[in-house]
């Protein structure tokens, strides 16, 4: 067994989408390589209705997958094949864009205002990429959650773990996608495939992961007895870990616990030519794309409802 060392960490970027809706990158409009599968992610959590009712009104996406977690509030969504829902606290959404759709999600906070979710986009392979576009929600109580003896507890939304299988299902990158909560003062040692990217982001408490021999924090700079110094720091809210190759990730949990997403999936390793919501192979793809989107072609006549 290996325990995969932290290839990069780093602190999710403030950042203004759809229609004014403030929120925190994680990482996005980047290298591809970074996390190959994955191309994106947005942690959307606010308590200032103001600053996220306006929402993402309809916009398009190609050639991609986008998975919404919603942890506090609901998403209002609808688009372009009739579809029309909202997800609540604790539902799952995965979208298969495929050959293109059009849609729109409109977030709302609970009674105290609180809104909070997560949006991760996971790139499809070039043979998917113009795919029938499909579907898949999933309310909380149908996901699966397991507690080991130390207290740490793991929702299960895409994959296998423990013994116990997520509800989502034929997915292109084949990821493997948790909600993890390790108790504190507790060290977890998570198996994780050898062959998938993969990442931690960390959404509550603090911790640090662990290669074979230390441990690794966040690079802060801090005034000590008058002096500035650069300290490893623990690892807490909004920060992204990155890991190197390995089967297993090792984490100690802080004074407050640790909670955070595992994410991992099949690299595909092809060309990417990106903008905005559209995710090709090629720049001529991506141009023949907004072509369409402007034409008004971008909905295949086998996707129209």
Do not use: C
Request: net charge negative.
């Amino acid at each position: 067994m290996s325990i995969r060392p932290v290839k990069q960490i780093s602190q999710a970027q403030p950042t203004i989408e759809g229609a004014g809706v403030r929120l925190d990158r994680a990482f996005g409009f980047g290298d591809p390589k970074l996390a190959d599968p994955f191309l994106l992610l947005d942690d959307f959590r606010n308590d200032r209705p103001e600053d996220y009712q306006a929402g993402f009104p309809w916009h398009p996406h190609r050639g991609i997958e986008t998975i919404t977690y919603v942890l506090a509030g609901s998403v209002d969504h609808a688009d372009s094949l009739g579809n029309a829902g909202s997800l609540g606290a604790g539902d799952v959404q995965w979208m298969t864009a495929g050959s293109g759709i059009l849609h729109q999600e409109m977030p709302h906070g609970d009674r105290q205002g609180r809104m909070h979710g997560f949006q991760l986009w996971a790139n499809l392979p070039s043979s998917e990429k113009m795919a029938t576009p499909r579907y898949q929600d999933v309310k909380a109580g149908d996901i699966p959650e397991v507690i080991d003896d130390d207290g740490t507890r793991v929702r299960i939304v895409v994959g296998e773990f423990w013994g116990k299988r997520g509800p989502v299902d034929g997915i292109a990158a084949d990821p493997q996608y948790l909600d993890v909560w390790v108790p504190p003062g507790r060290r977890k040692i998570l198996p994780v495939d050898t062959y998938r990217s993969a990442f931690a982001y960390i959404f509550e408490g603090s911790g640090t992961f662990r290669d074979a021999s230390r441990p690794f924090g966040v690079l802060v700079e801090k005034e000590v007895a008058g002096e500035e110094l650069h300290l490893r720091d623990m690892s807490g809210d909004r920060t992204l870990v990155v890991f190197d190759t390995g089967d297993e990730v090792v984490v100690q949990a802080g004074e407050q616990g640790i909670r955070f997403l595992l994410v991992s999936g099949k690299p595909i390793q092809e060309p990417v030519a990106w903008h905005g919501p559209i995710v090709m192979n090629t720049r001529q793809e991506l141009m023949q794309a907004f072509n369409e989107l402007n034409a008004g072609t971008f909905i295949r006549e086998g996707a129209k409802s």
